[in-house]
C-alpha cells in the first residue's frame, strides 16, 4: 500500500460511524437546596467525545464503571438525545428521530447489551427473536422456506450448531454464552454495518468469554462490521481491538493503536489502569506500578476543573488543577490529553529510550 492509500484508509471513507464533541448532560431533579440557585445542577457523564468506528475494525472504549463509556454507546444507538454535539454516519449528520428514520439507523447500527439474559424475552424461542428481528428489517423473505434458511444461516453465523437444536429452545436453556450468541445473531438480523457491544463478556464465566470475543472478530473480518467494544477490562482490549481509547470522567483522555496504548501508556490514568490488571507481559516494571496513583472517580454532578485526574494524579502540576489539558500528539498515531507531554512532538517521543519519557517541562514520565 501506497504512503497515499494508506492515508486514504485512515482518514477517508473507511469511517462507517463518528462522533464530533459530543456531550450528554443529564440535568437533575430539583431540590429544596436548588431552589435559589441560578443554574439547573447536571451530570456530566459525558463531554466532548469525538471518534470514528471504521469499516473491518474494532475500538476499544475502556473505562472504569461510572466513566461515561456506556453513555457514549447509548448515545452513538440514538437511545438518548444529545445535549451538543454532532453524530454522523456514513459521513452525514444523524438527526435524532422516532418511527421510520430511528428504524433505518438501528438497521445500519445495532447495539447488544452486557447482560444477554435481560435483553432476551424468557417467554419467547430463539426462533421467535431472530424471526421477529428479520421481520422487522424486512429480511425475513416471502415465504417459510426462505425465513426458515435466513434463522439457520443467522445461527450457523453466530456458530450455534446445527440450526435447529437451537430454535426452539427458550433463553432459561441456554448458557450465557449461547443466549449472548443469540443476542449477537439477533443483532446481525438487521444487516448492520456497525455494532457497539456494551461489556459483552463482562457477565459472562471466564471460560467462555474467549469464544464470544473470538467469535465478534470473526464477524469484523467476515462482514466487514465497524465495532466499538465497551469494557472496563483493558487487558482484552490489547487482545481484541485495533485501537483503543481510555475515558476517565466522561472525557476521552488517550488513544492509539491497542498494542502502543497498553504496552507503553502515556497518559497517567491509563498507566494506573494498566497497573491494577495483571498482565505478565507488560512492561510495566512492579515498583513503577506503586507510583501510577489511588483513589476514586469524581463526581460528574461537580466535575473537578481542570483535569478530571488531578486529585488522583501523582504527577499533577499546579496548572493542572485550573486548566484543561489538549489532546498532545505523540509518535504512531497515539496521543494523550495530558500537560506532561504539552510540546513534546512524536520525535522527541520516539527518540525517548525506554522507561521513562521527558516532558517539555523535563519531567519524567514512567511507563
Ligand atoms: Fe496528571 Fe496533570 Fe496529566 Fe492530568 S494533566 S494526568 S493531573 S499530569
Redesign the pocket.
Known sequence: MTTDQSETVRTGTDVVLEARGVTKHFPLRRTARDLFARKRRSVHAVDDVSLRLRRGTVTALVGESGSGKSTVARLLAQLYPLTSGEIRLGGEPVVAGRGRSFRRYVRRVQLIFQDPFASLNPVHTVRYHLTRALKIHDRAGSGDKELEQALADLLNRVQLTPPQQFLDKFPHELSGGQRQRVAIARALGADPQVLLADEPVSMLDVSIRLGVLNLLRDLKERLHLAILYITHDIASARYFADTTLVMYAGRI?EGGDSETVTQRPA???TQLLIASAPDPDRIVAQEEQEETGTGEPPSLIAPPA??R??PR?P???ER?RTEL?PRFDLADGQWA????YEGVGARSYENEGTGTRASAAGKEVSR
Open positions: 483522555v497518559h497517567p490514568y481542570g483535569c485526574f488531578h494524579c504527577k499533577a502540576m493542572c489539558p490529553a495530558c500537560w506532561l
